[in-house]
């Protein structure tokens, strides 16, 4: 069973950064595919950005790829979601998933693990 603990989360202005971290414990993580989601209120969680379990390859949604970084340290078990240029829309909760997978996933169904999710919100 795997645990997931995001963090980093909190109130950012238009153009700034936050770095979100995702923690996994009770698991062998590199065997792991991690991805990011988010989700606002009345609307179903979206795919932000996902990762390898190797950190070679990620994949990201148009949205944000040319604004988010995702990344994996795999000797600290922790997954990291580097977000520049916040926009409003960026608000919502923030979540993280594992799967045991050698492939990138990009759908919630795919993902097994899931964080308690960490709020961001961008002000304009």
């Known amino acids: 069973q795997v645990q997931l603990v995001e963090s980093g989360g909190g109130l950012a202005t238009a153009g700034g950064s936050l770095r979100l971290s995702c923690a996994a414990s009770?698991?062998?993580?590199?065997?792991?595919?991690m991805g990011w989601f988010r989700q606002v209120p009345g609307k179903q969680r979206e795919f932000i950005a996902g990762?390898?379990?190797?950190?070679?390859?990620?994949r990201y949604a148009d949205g944000v790829k040319d604004r988010f970084t995702i990344s994996r340290d795999n000797a600290k078990n922790t997954m990291y979601l580097q977000m520049d240029g916040l926009k409003p829309e960026d608000t919502a909760v923030y979540y993280c998933?594992?799967?045991?997978?050698?492939?990138?996933?990009?759908?919630?169904?795919?993902?097994?693990?899931w964080g308690q999710g960490t709020q961001v919100t961008v002000s304009s």
């Open positions: 009770g698991g062998i993580f590199n065997t792991y595919a």
């Open positions: 998933a594992a799967k045991a997978s050698a492939a990138i996933l990009t759908t919630m169904e795919a993902y097994d693990y």
């Open positions: 990762i390898s379990r190797s950190g070679t390859y990620t």
